[in-house]
């Protein structure tokens, strides 16, 4: 897909490979939304300080239990 490789261009190499790893581990399923508290890939809690960063969304956060890349409910919802 060519917008997907466009994209791609755009993101660090590192934060790629991270992605691509955990895409391969958990099922094609890298990226988790933050509810209420909790990671939606693995239900573990995220302490509050990172779930307020975690909106912020200046940077890449993933999850300490299933190491799947988090994202703020607010953000896929605005």
């Known amino acids: 897909n060519a917008q997907r490789e466009e994209i791609i261009k755009s993101i660090d190499p590192e934060d790629l490979a991270y992605y691509e790893r955990i895409s391969s581990v958990k099922y094609g399923e890298a990226v988790a939304v933050v509810r209420k508290g909790s990671c ?20 890449f956060y993933s999850c300490e239990s299933c190491g799947r890349i988090l994202i703020a409910e607010e953000i896929i919802t605005a």
């Open 40 to 59: 939606l890939g693995c239900y573990s809690s995220i302490p509050p300080q990172k779930a307020i960063e975690i909106r912020t969304a200046d940077k």
